[in-house]
């Protein structure tokens, strides 16, 4: 018997979330029957040659998703404990779209440790089992954007993952990681076409 392999099986996944690092995140969709989340993000990329792509966004696809959980909280900057939120599943786009574009924040996004999950999984508005296997990867990011009191945290449980274009046309994963690496590589040499409004240039 022939067994397929995922897009992320034997992956070292730190270029990868290097890709993901500070992109923009604009709104998720989730399709509980075929086991897939897609998130649709503005991400941080640069050619091998030439100006930085006018349309940089893209839409990555978890697939073979079996759980998604989620903490909506606010904590005022006097408040001694957060309070947590309601929140469902199919209204997780609407919560993210609350945030006007929060960046995703850090380095680190797939497969990650459980240290957040620890801190934040005693505060959640749900946590959604869509099917019972285990699945392979995990994908967590937060949505916290100036002075707005608020906090988001997603945790993600899939097998595999996808990107595409605005038009739908699949981009090859390592040349996805490539365009981000040489983004934030051009940004630490101080290239002008890394010039992105909240994004601090490099000194």
Same mark, same amino acid.
């Given at each position: 018997?022939?067994?397929?392999?995922?897009?992320?099986?034997?992956?070292?996944?730190?270029?990868?979330?290097? +890709?993901? =690092?500070?992109?923009?995140?604009?709104?998720? &969709?989730?399709?509980?029957?075929?086991?897939? @989340?897609? %998130? /649709?993000?503005?991400?941080?990329?640069?050619?091998?040659?030439?100006?930085?792509?006018?349309?940089?966004?893209?839409?990555?696809?978890?697939?073979?998703?079996?759980?998604? +959980?989620? =903490?909506?909280?606010?904590?005022?900057?006097? &408040?001694?404990?957060?309070?947590?939120?309601? @929140?469902? %599943? /199919?209204?997780?786009?609407?919560?993210?779209?609350?945030?006007?574009?929060?960046?995703?924040?850090?380095?680190?996004?797939?497969?990650?440790?459980?240290?957040?999950?620890?801190?934040? =999984?005693?505060?959640?508005?749900?946590?959604?089992?869509?099917?019972?296997?285990?699945?392979?990867?995990? %994908?967590?990011?937060?949505?916290?954007?100036?002075?707005?009191?608020?906090?988001?945290?997603?945790?993600?449980?899939?097998?595999?993952?996808?990107?595409?274009?605005?038009?739908?046309?699949?981009?090859?994963?390592?040349?996805?990681?490539?365009?981000?690496?040489?983004?934030?590589?051009?940004?630490?040499?101080?290239?002008?076409?890394?010039?992105?409004?909240?994004?601090?240039?490099?000194?």
């Amino acid at each position: 018997m022939n067994v397929s392999r995922g897009l992320l099986d034997g992956m070292d996944t730190a270029a990868l979330n290097t +890709a993901l =690092s500070e992109a923009t995140c604009l709104g998720v &969709d989730v399709d509980t029957a075929n086991a897939r @989340l897609s %998130l /649709d993000l503005e991400v941080l990329t640069l050619p091998a040659e030439g100006a930085a792509p006018e349309d940089y966004r893209v839409q990555l696809t978890c697939t073979g998703v079996s759980r998604v +959980a989620a =903490s909506l909280r606010m904590q005022a900057w006097d &408040d001694l404990k957060a309070s947590v939120l309601p @929140l469902q %599943l /199919d209204k997780l786009d609407a919560a993210i779209r609350s945030f006007g574009g929060g960046r995703l924040h850090g380095w680190e996004f797939i497969d990650v440790d459980d240290s957040g999950w620890v801190h934040w =999984s005693e505060l959640l508005s749900f946590d959604t089992r869509i099917d019972s296997h285990v699945s392979a990867h995990v %994908l967590e990011f937060s949505q916290e954007e100036g002075i707005d009191p608020r906090e988001l945290d997603v945790r993600v449980w899939f097998d595999d993952i996808m990107i595409q274009d605005t038009n739908g046309a699949e981009i090859p994963l390592q040349q996805f990681i490539a365009g981000g690496v040489r983004w934030w590589a051009a940004h630490d040499a101080g290239d002008l076409r890394t010039m992105r409004a909240g994004i601090v240039p490099q000194l």
